[in-house]
């Protein structure tokens, strides 16, 4: 099973931004602890700031991967072309947040990908990708 994981804007920075928030980890370093822990699968990841980068990584994973766990960051709250992608392509998407997105500002209450996701997980710190990816492996039993 092969799994995508897609991070949007401002992710690079994990281990260094508001780490009360986001923990003191890069995602490099988790990325690693995934690849362990899950590495019976073939998992790849894909970082970018551009949201048009993004929905062409989103196009492309139809043909390639089995799922997809997204963390489109602020653009979730903004960028109907991201849900567009997802409503769009045959793989399924989760969604995740490292944060309890509805804890925190009002403009965070909202998501245009979650109406067109498999599911969504938040709050969990970077757990929530295991979370996601675990999503899969039950759908494979």
């Given at each position: 099973?092969?799994?995508?994981?897609?991070?949007?804007?401002?992710?690079?920075?994990?281990?260094?931004?508001?780490?009360?928030?986001?923990?003191?980890?890069?995602?490099?370093?988790?990325?690693?602890?995934?690849?362990?822990?899950?590495?019976?699968?073939?998992?790849?990841?894909?970082?970018?700031?551009?949201?048009?980068?993004?929905?062409?990584?989103?196009?492309k994973a139809s043909e390639t991967f089995d799922g997809v766990v997204l963390n489109a960051a602020a653009y979730t709250h903004t960028s109907v072309a991201i849900a567009d992608?997802?409503?769009?392509?045959?793989?399924?998407?989760?969604?995740?947040?490292?944060?309890?997105?509805?804890?925190?500002?009002?403009?965070?209450?909202?998501?245009?990908?979650?109406?067109?996701?498999?599911?969504?997980?938040?709050?969990?710190?970077?757990?929530?990708?295991?979370?996601?990816?675990?999503?899969?492996?039950?759908?494979?039993?």
């Amino acid at each position: 099973m092969k799994i995508l994981i897609i991070n949007g804007p401002n992710l690079n920075l994990l281990g260094t931004r508001e780490p009360e928030i986001y923990g003191g980890k890069t995602f490099e370093e988790y990325f690693s602890h995934l690849q362990f822990k899950f590495r019976k699968l073939e998992l790849s990841y894909f970082q970018n700031n551009i949201e048009g980068e993004i929905i062409n990584e989103l196009h492309k994973a139809s043909e390639t991967f089995d799922g997809v766990v997204l963390n489109a960051a602020a653009y979730t709250h903004t960028s109907v072309a991201i849900a567009d992608a997802v409503k769009a392509i045959a793989v399924p998407v989760v969604e995740v947040h490292i944060s309890n997105i509805h804890a925190r500002e009002e403009f965070r209450h909202k998501s245009f990908i979650s109406p067109h996701a498999k599911g969504v997980i938040f709050g969990f710190g970077l757990k929530s990708y295991d979370l996601a990816i675990s999503c899969f492996i039950e759908d494979e039993s």
